[in-house]
Protein backbone atom coordinates (compact mmCIF):
# COMPACT_ATOMS: atom_id res chain seq x y z
CA UNK A 1 0.00 0.00 0.00
CA UNK A 2 1.37 3.57 -1.05
CA UNK A 3 1.81 6.02 2.16
CA UNK A 4 1.11 9.66 0.96
CA UNK A 5 2.28 12.24 3.74
CA UNK A 6 0.77 15.15 2.34
CA UNK A 7 3.14 18.43 3.32
CA UNK A 8 2.58 22.35 4.42
CA UNK A 9 3.12 25.10 6.41
CA UNK A 10 0.82 24.76 9.82
CA UNK A 11 -1.04 21.46 8.79
CA UNK A 12 -4.54 23.70 8.93
CA UNK A 13 -5.33 24.89 5.38
CA UNK A 14 -4.00 23.67 2.25
CA UNK A 15 -2.35 19.73 3.31
CA UNK A 16 -5.94 19.07 5.48
CA UNK A 17 -7.44 20.05 2.21
CA UNK A 18 -5.55 17.77 -0.11
CA UNK A 19 -5.32 15.25 2.41
CA UNK A 20 -9.20 14.60 2.78
CA UNK A 21 -9.56 15.15 -1.21
CA UNK A 22 -7.42 12.23 -1.51
CA UNK A 23 -8.43 10.26 1.01
CA UNK A 24 -12.00 11.26 -0.88
CA UNK A 25 -10.45 10.50 -4.38
CA UNK A 26 -8.82 7.23 -3.74
CA UNK A 27 -11.49 5.40 -2.37
CA UNK A 28 -13.88 6.32 -5.26
CA UNK A 29 -11.42 5.12 -7.57
CA UNK A 30 -10.52 2.38 -5.14
CA UNK A 31 -6.71 2.73 -5.18
CA UNK A 32 -5.13 1.39 -1.95
CA UNK A 33 -3.71 4.78 -1.06
CA UNK A 34 -3.21 5.34 3.52
CA UNK A 35 -2.94 9.08 3.41
CA UNK A 36 -1.76 11.51 6.67
CA UNK A 37 -0.61 15.23 6.36
CA UNK A 38 1.82 17.29 8.65
CA UNK A 39 3.16 20.76 8.62
CA UNK A 40 6.65 21.90 8.64
CA UNK A 41 6.30 25.01 10.98
CA UNK A 42 3.37 24.02 13.58
CA UNK A 43 2.59 22.67 16.87
CA UNK A 44 0.47 19.43 16.99
CA UNK A 45 -2.68 19.66 17.74
CA UNK A 46 -4.09 22.63 15.87
CA UNK A 47 -7.52 22.38 14.72
CA UNK A 48 -8.38 23.24 11.33
CA UNK A 49 -8.53 26.79 9.74
CA UNK A 50 -12.68 27.29 9.63
CA UNK A 51 -12.68 28.09 5.82
CA UNK A 52 -10.71 24.90 5.04
CA UNK A 53 -13.15 22.93 6.77
CA UNK A 54 -16.35 25.19 5.53
CA UNK A 55 -14.55 24.31 2.36
CA UNK A 56 -14.40 20.54 2.95
CA UNK A 57 -17.81 20.36 3.80
CA UNK A 58 -19.41 22.09 1.12
CA UNK A 59 -17.78 19.10 -0.84
CA UNK A 60 -19.13 16.30 1.55
CA UNK A 61 -15.96 15.88 2.64
CA UNK A 62 -14.53 14.27 6.25
CA UNK A 63 -12.57 16.42 7.62
CA UNK A 64 -9.55 15.23 8.99
CA UNK A 65 -7.91 15.46 12.30
CA UNK A 66 -5.85 18.09 14.25
CA UNK A 67 -2.08 19.28 12.93
CA UNK A 68 0.39 17.08 13.28
CA UNK A 69 4.36 18.52 13.30
CA UNK A 70 6.09 16.87 10.30
CA UNK A 71 8.66 14.38 12.29
CA UNK A 72 11.69 12.01 11.66
CA UNK A 73 8.83 8.85 12.05
CA UNK A 74 6.14 10.77 9.68
CA UNK A 75 9.37 10.95 7.03
CA UNK A 76 9.79 7.07 7.78
CA UNK A 77 6.15 6.24 7.52
CA UNK A 78 5.65 7.75 3.98
CA UNK A 79 6.88 6.04 0.50
CA UNK A 80 5.66 9.54 -1.08
CA UNK A 81 6.00 12.87 0.70
CA UNK A 82 3.88 15.77 -1.63
CA UNK A 83 4.68 19.52 -1.08
CA UNK A 84 2.30 22.08 -1.54
CA UNK A 85 5.52 24.53 -2.63
CA UNK A 86 8.72 24.17 -3.45
CA UNK A 87 9.52 25.86 0.27
CA UNK A 88 8.41 23.00 1.95
CA UNK A 89 10.13 20.63 -0.03
CA UNK A 90 13.34 22.27 0.45
CA UNK A 91 12.81 22.86 4.25
CA UNK A 92 12.13 18.92 4.58
CA UNK A 93 15.39 17.84 2.67
CA UNK A 94 17.38 20.37 4.91
CA UNK A 95 16.09 18.22 8.03
CA UNK A 96 15.25 15.17 6.64
CA UNK A 97 17.98 14.58 3.63
CA UNK A 98 17.37 10.66 3.13
CA UNK A 99 13.83 12.13 2.04
CA UNK A 100 15.32 13.26 -1.29
CA UNK A 101 14.14 9.91 -3.36
CA UNK A 102 10.46 10.39 -2.24
CA UNK A 103 10.01 14.23 -2.03
CA UNK A 104 8.22 15.85 -4.78
CA UNK A 105 5.87 19.01 -4.78
CA UNK A 106 2.55 18.09 -5.43
CA UNK A 107 2.24 19.76 -9.05
CA UNK A 108 5.94 17.98 -10.11
CA UNK A 109 4.73 14.44 -8.81
CA UNK A 110 1.64 14.63 -10.60
CA UNK A 111 3.69 16.04 -13.72
CA UNK A 112 6.10 13.16 -13.92
CA UNK A 113 6.52 11.86 -16.88
CA UNK A 114 5.47 15.32 -18.66
CA UNK A 115 8.08 16.68 -21.21
CA UNK A 116 8.02 20.11 -18.51
CA UNK A 117 9.81 18.01 -16.16
CA UNK A 118 12.87 17.43 -18.57
CA UNK A 119 13.09 21.35 -18.72
CA UNK A 120 12.73 21.13 -15.04
CA UNK A 121 15.75 18.47 -14.88
CA UNK A 122 18.08 20.92 -17.16
CA UNK A 123 17.92 23.77 -15.43
CA UNK A 124 18.30 21.92 -11.87
CA UNK A 125 21.75 20.68 -13.38
CA UNK A 126 22.15 24.38 -14.79
CA UNK A 127 21.28 25.77 -10.95
CA UNK A 128 23.54 22.97 -10.04
CA UNK A 129 26.80 23.89 -12.24
CA UNK A 130 26.33 27.21 -11.77
CA UNK A 131 26.23 26.94 -7.80
CA UNK A 132 29.49 24.97 -8.07
CA UNK A 133 31.16 27.84 -10.70
CA UNK A 134 30.18 30.46 -8.20
CA UNK A 135 31.79 28.64 -5.45
CA UNK A 136 35.19 28.49 -7.31
CA UNK A 137 35.10 32.17 -8.69
CA UNK A 138 33.27 31.37 -12.11
CA UNK A 139 30.16 32.17 -13.86
CA UNK A 140 27.92 30.69 -16.65
CA UNK A 141 28.76 31.61 -19.96
CA UNK A 142 26.27 33.33 -22.36
CA UNK A 143 24.89 30.69 -23.61
CA UNK A 144 24.02 28.69 -20.68
CA UNK A 145 22.80 31.73 -19.09
CA UNK A 146 20.38 32.28 -21.67
CA UNK A 147 19.38 28.56 -21.19
CA UNK A 148 18.34 29.00 -17.99
CA UNK A 149 16.40 32.04 -18.52
CA UNK A 150 14.60 30.46 -21.05
CA UNK A 151 14.07 27.39 -19.25
CA UNK A 152 12.71 29.65 -16.54
CA UNK A 153 10.13 31.11 -18.42
CA UNK A 154 8.75 28.32 -19.30
CA UNK A 155 8.64 26.26 -16.42
CA UNK A 156 5.31 26.26 -14.50
CA UNK A 157 5.04 27.34 -10.99
CA UNK A 158 5.15 24.01 -8.82
CA UNK A 159 3.75 26.34 -5.72
CA UNK A 160 0.12 25.88 -4.44
CA UNK A 161 -0.88 29.60 -3.10
CA UNK A 162 -1.70 29.68 0.76
CA UNK A 163 -4.89 30.71 1.63
CA UNK A 164 -4.80 31.48 5.09
CA UNK A 165 -5.98 34.56 6.32
CA UNK A 166 -8.02 35.28 3.22
CA UNK A 167 -11.86 34.50 2.17
CA UNK A 168 -13.67 31.87 1.57
CA UNK A 169 -12.99 32.27 -1.48
CA UNK A 170 -9.81 32.18 -1.46
CA UNK A 171 -10.13 28.51 0.24
CA UNK A 172 -12.42 27.32 -2.05
CA UNK A 173 -9.93 28.47 -5.16
CA UNK A 174 -7.69 26.79 -3.15
CA UNK A 175 -9.18 23.85 -2.80
CA UNK A 176 -10.22 23.67 -6.87
CA UNK A 177 -6.25 24.01 -7.71
CA UNK A 178 -5.57 21.08 -5.24
CA UNK A 179 -8.46 19.09 -6.42
CA UNK A 180 -7.66 19.38 -10.22
CA UNK A 181 -4.00 18.13 -9.19
CA UNK A 182 -5.19 14.66 -7.77
CA UNK A 183 -7.46 13.85 -10.17
CA UNK A 184 -3.98 13.78 -12.24
CA UNK A 185 -1.70 12.61 -9.75
CA UNK A 186 -4.83 9.62 -9.13
CA UNK A 187 -5.16 8.59 -12.50
CA UNK A 188 -1.57 8.26 -12.47
CA UNK A 189 -1.00 6.26 -9.76
CA UNK A 190 -2.49 3.24 -12.20
CA UNK A 191 -0.67 4.14 -15.01
CA UNK A 192 2.68 4.22 -13.07
CA UNK A 193 3.85 0.86 -11.96
CA UNK A 194 6.29 1.98 -9.38
CA UNK A 195 3.02 3.36 -7.66
CA UNK A 196 1.52 -0.22 -7.24
Not at 27 to 50: C, F, H, M, N, Q
Not at 75 to 88: D, E, K, P
Not at 115 to 136: F, G, I
Request: with cysteine.
Amino acid sequence: MNRVLIVCTGNTCRSPMAEAMLKDLAARSGKPLEIRSAGVSTADGLPISPHAAATLRKRNLTLPGSSTVLSADEVLWANVILTMTAGHKRAILERFPQAFPKTYTLKEYALRGDPVMDDVAEAERLYSEWQVRQALGQNLNSEERARLLELQRRIPDFDIADPFGGPLSLYEQCADEIEDILMTLVDKMDADPKDR
